[in-house]
């Protein structure tokens, strides 16, 4: 039963990952022209929040129980992907507040680390599936 409610955790927060890595750009494309930077960007703002916790959740379950021992290269992987999700959604908080003159560098950074979490999180699919 703790694999089923891990695993489904697991497909369900990179299911929402992918959602919320290409909602930028599909607000960028459907947006009006005044600001399209903000406009239809709530969601976004939303789960990429929702992603860190369940993703949390996913480690902490196998973990707390004493079962995680298995793949622990993707566990590293993952782990230190869960740190750089806690720094994304940091950085995508200060984004938000930014002034112009800091939007783009902020910009770049949250998309290179947005890179690197999409890099890890496949790693340890990869790694870490079920033979």
Request: cysteine-free; charged content about 10%; proline content about 6%.
């Amino acid at each position: 039963m703790l694999f089923l409610w891990t695993a489904s955790l697991g497909w369900l927060a990179a299911l929402l990952l992918a959602a919320t890595v290409g909602i930028p750009y599909i607000a960028r494309v459907t947006a009006p022209v005044p600001n399209p930077q903000r406009q239809g960007m709530a969601l976004h703002f939303w789960i990429g929040p929702i992603v860190l916790i369940m993703a949390f959740v996913h480690a902490w379950l196998p973990m707390a129980a004493g079962v995680a021992r298995q793949g622990l290269a993707g566990i590293w992987l993952a782990t230190f992907a869960l740190l750089m999700m806690v720094w994304q959604v940091a950085l995508g908080l200060r984004l938000r507040s930014a002034g112009p003159t800091q939007q783009r560098s902020r910009r770049k950074l949250h998309f290179w680390t947005m890179g690197i979490i999409v890099a890890l999180v496949l790693a340890h699919i990869v790694i870490n599936r079920v033979p």
